[in-house]
């Protein structure tokens, strides 16, 4: 249980900075670290907690104004389809395989991230109908792909929205969060059903997700300059991570 609210933690703290990819950590921290053996279940429990960890960050954000709600909604809400099925065909397919796909997914996050995100963008964007055409489909695929693998999403959503709706990448990362929420809590709900989540790892991950959402809000002002650098050892660590998933997956 201290290794889970550790994770829980450590995951917050990725999700409040970078608004995605530390979700992906979830699954292999809960196999690996947690000790939890069938792969559903943590995926299941994984996708709970940062459900919950990302609406705890949401909560800062939509307090700080930087959450696009219009566009934030219209996204989340045509990729709740994509995450409910994305879930449900998951159940289908075998521990091992799973896995596998998993860390091809996690290798994807890593080497999205290395690339430098753009910063330029309106902070006064407004939802319309051009933007609307684009953002339900792209919203689609990626609930779709977070409710398969069980992650959050992030990654694909921030440069979803940004390229949708032409947002800068801070409203991007906000809003992004509620996407988080509503594919993480879609998957996990998919999960429960089949009495796939661990009550009590899933307990303790929240615990320490408010320990992590704390250090976000104190950690994100004294990055400054250095984010770059942060998030490029991030990408880093997820993709040495997904090759090591990969490998015990073959194994």
Do not use: E
């Not at 969060?177 to 009495?195: H, N, P, Q």
């Not at 250090?215 to 660590?237: D, I, K």
């Amino acid at each position: 249980m201290i290794a889970a609210a550790i994770g829980g933690a450590i995951i917050a703290l990725l999700l409040g900075l970078f608004g995605g990819g530390g979700s992906v950590l979830a699954t292999p921290w809960l196999l690996y670290a947690v000790g939890i053996a069938d792969p559903h279940v943590a995926i299941g429990t994984g996708a709970a907690a940062v459900a919950l960890n990302a609406a705890a960050n949401l909560g800062m954000q939509a307090r700080a104004g930087t959450v696009k709600w219009p566009c934030a909604l219209s996204f989340a809400g045509a990729g709740l389809a994509g995450s409910l099925a994305g879930a449900a065909l998951a159940q289908r397919v075998d521990g091992a395989a799973l896995l596998g796909g998993f860390a091809l997914a996690m290798l994807a996050v890593g080497i999205a991230m290395l690339r430098p995100p753009r910063d330029a963008g309106d902070p006064g964007v407004r939802l319309d109908a051009a933007m609307t055409l684009k953002l339900v489909p792209a919203g689609l695929v990626v609930g779709l792909a977070a409710g398969f693998f069980g992650i959050g999403g992030g990654f694909l959503i921030v440069p979803g929205l940004m390229a949708a709706t032409g947002m800068t990448l801070a409203n991007a990362a906000a809003s992004s969060l509620v996407s988080v929420v509503v594919f993480g809590a879609a998957t996990s709900a998919t999960y429960a059903l089949s009495g796939r989540v661990d009550a009590p790892a899933l307990i303790a991950m929240v615990a320490g997700g408010i320990v992590g959402v704390i250090a976000a809000r104190t950690l994100a002002p004294l990055l400054g300059q250095h984010t770059l650098l942060a998030r490029r050892l991030f990408a880093a660590m997820v993709i040495v991570t997904a090759l090591y998933v990969g490998w015990r997956a073959l194994g």
